[in-house]
């Protein structure tokens, strides 16, 4: 078969794509805007994954830890591995543009370390993930040099004042860490309490820090302004202005839409989820599909890697292949959603 096919993302579930395309003689491109699996590189540091590692696993490759769990630097290793065992071409930090669709063949945009560039393939395939695009929240300041949407090796904030934006894992593990590393830190949340999904290990450990004052919790507090020193937020309370040497909003992120509705993808305008063929996953625009968390909208919760790894045999597999991806997809959600 002599298709062109390009995979966008080079994260876990499109790996595991290009695996199910090389397998029936397809020889597809990926690119990818960072590093291979560069959402994992983003990472706390040492961080190790709730889930087991043979769900992460991809193209029947073991992946091997030290503990009953892979750590960021196990993941890393084992996805790197994984492509260079599979001889994938992969092209790192090289974005997408744009798309379009030109009789039978897709036009695609990229932007490279050497400028932009054109590729025409027959087979488009945007595994793009949603770590590129956090929740922004739309306030003064959330630009300057110390706000950051992602977590961050703790040690840098030894002796400073930190204020953490978000009530899930990832707000609550940046909290934990920074004031173990030495920092005083207060978290704000808008909602009342921390959210049901926080690990169940994380919760009494942070719940406890407060209590004994080692951290500090705003509840029902929205940030109206950040300056280079401190966060304005609103609560009923009132106004209240918290010393800040480094921000975290780590108020969680979303898929492209803005690339999507730009190629021509037909969004739910509420949801964001796509218009897709259930089996194929094939867009409303033949020959463009979608694989991983870019399936979910904007309930990205739905789609983990344990799941998400089935999508290129949905994408590039026969009648038999889409049908015991389907059935290990809902075993999977089922599993992790336990």
């Known amino acids: 078969m002599n298709q062109e096919i390009l995979i966008v993302g080079a994260g876990p579930i499109g790996l595991a794509c290009a695996i199910s395309a090389r397998r029936r003689g397809l020889n597809p491109l990926l690119i990818e805007a960072g590093a291979i699996a ?23 490759h073991p992946l091997v830890t030290s503990g009953a769990k892979a750590t960021r630097e196990e993941a890393l290793k084992y996805y790197r591995g994984v492509a260079r065992t599979e001889a994938l071409r992969i092209q790192t930090y090289t974005r997408l543009l744009g798309a379009t669709r030109n009789g039978r063949r897709i036009d695609c945009r990229i932007a490279t370390r050497r400028g932009e560039e054109r590729l025409v393939v027959d087979r488009l395939v945007l595994a ?9 929240l739309g306030v003064p300041g959330e630009d300057l040099p110390h706000v950051t949407h992602y977590g961050a090796e703790p040690h840098l904030t030894c002796g400073l004042q930190v204020v953490i934006v978000g009530g899930k894992n990832s707000a609550v593990e940046q909290a934990l860490a920074c004031y173990r590393a030495g920092a005083q830190v207060t978290l704000v949340h808008r909602g009342p309490a921390l959210k049901p999904s926080v690990k169940y290990w994380l919760r009494p450990d942070f719940e406890n820090r407060v209590k004994a004052g080692e951290i500090h919790a705003r509840f029902d507090a929205e940030v109206v302004d950040i300056a280079s ?38 969004l739910d305008p509420v949801s964001g989820r796509p218009t897709l063929n259930g089996s194929t996953l094939e867009t409303n625009i033949p020959g463009i599909h979608l694989a991983g968390s870019v399936t979910a909208g904007r309930m990205i919760s739905e789609i983990f890697i344990e799941n998400g790894r089935y999508d290129g045999e949905k994408i590039f597999g026969d009648r038999e292949s889409i049908s015991l991806a389907e059935r290990a997809y809902i075993r999977e959600t089922r599993e992790v959603g336990e």
């Open 128 to 136: 793009t993930g949603y770590f590129d695009h956090p929740n922004l």
């Open 229 to 266: 020193d401190a966060v304005t937020i609103s609560s009923p309370a009132g106004t209240e202005r918290l010393p800040a040497d480094r921000v975290y909003l780590l108020t969680g992120y979303r898929p492209d839409f803005e690339l999507f509705e730009q190629i021509g993808i037909e």
């Open 38 to 60: 560069d959402a994992i590189v983003r990472y706390p540091v040492g961080m190790v994954f709730f889930t087991t590692p043979e769900r992460l696993e991809i193209g029947g």
